[in-house]
């Protein structure tokens, strides 16, 4: 979701829930898209990406779902460990010969043990 | 292992300063990004470059510039150091379209 002013949005879960993290994008002409993990002190960490001609994409534990119609990209992570605990980026890239990456504000995920 | 890597993790530096940020890369990747990232606002792009000698205004470019020349190095120059750049700032690179991007592990600078 968007944040409001300076609040992320945050998702408590515990540990062992399936977890969904949602990113609504803005560019109907975005072809690619990227889930980003970034902890406490370090730079983001890819996930896992997705094209536009696919409407779903599954690594180990995560699974990516794109809906183009109303532009809504989610990050399902299965069976959630402590360690998942992090902000959840998704970023966008506009297509064409664009190489720019423009990312979301982030969503805080708390994992419960 | 790939590695993009920052010159600092920790910089202090007085208002009107000049301050070079350093990102190098070892992917021989063709593309190289600063971001500058602050609560609640995420990552905000402020240049990038595509090539050597090459550069683009993101979408913060104001009171920055950049530096690239040589393909692994990307330098970020704040001219005059303001509080208000105080900041997380990252650097990526990525090698092409539809590949992901990898990134530093950031800069966190304060301007006093």
């Known amino acids: 979701g968007e944040s409001v002013g300076l609040h992320l949005p945050t998702l408590s879960v515990q540990e062992g829930d399936n977890s969904i993290i949602n990113c609504a994008y803005s560019n109907s002409a975005s072809d690619y898209f990227i889930w980003y993990k970034q902890e406490s002190g370090k730079g983001p960490q890819f996930i896992i990406d997705i094209r536009s001609n696919m409407d779903k994409r599954q690594g180990q534990r995560v699974t990516v779902l794109l809906n183009k119609t109303v532009k809504h990209l989610s990050l399902q992570i299965a069976a959630t460990q402590p360690g998942d605990s992090a902000v959840y980026f998704c970023?966008?890239?506009?297509?064409?010969?664009?190489?720019?990456?423009?990312f979301g504000k982030g969503t805080l995920l708390t994992v419960n043990p | 292992d790939v590695k993009v890597t920052q010159s600092s993790r920790y910089l202090v530096k007085r208002t009107g300063e000049k301050v070079f940020l350093e990102c190098v890369q070892d992917?021989?990747?063709?593309?190289m990004f600063w971001y500058r990232q602050d609560p609640g606002l995420g990552l905000r792009l402020i240049y990038f470059s595509y090539d050597v000698k090459m550069k683009e205004k993101g979408d913060i470019p104001e009171g920055y510039s950049v530096s690239r020349e040589k393909k692994e190095r990307f330098s970020l120059i704040l001219e005059s150091a303001s509080t208000n750049q105080t900041s997380m700032y990252l650097c990526?690179?990525?090698?092409?379209?539809?590949?992901?991007?990898?990134f530093g592990q950031g800069t966190r600078l304060t301007v006093v």
């Open positions: 992917m021989d990747h063709e593309n």
């Open positions: 970023a966008e890239n506009s297509g064409g010969s664009n190489y720019k990456l423009t």
């Open positions: 990526a690179s990525r090698q092409a379209l539809n590949t992901e991007a990898f």
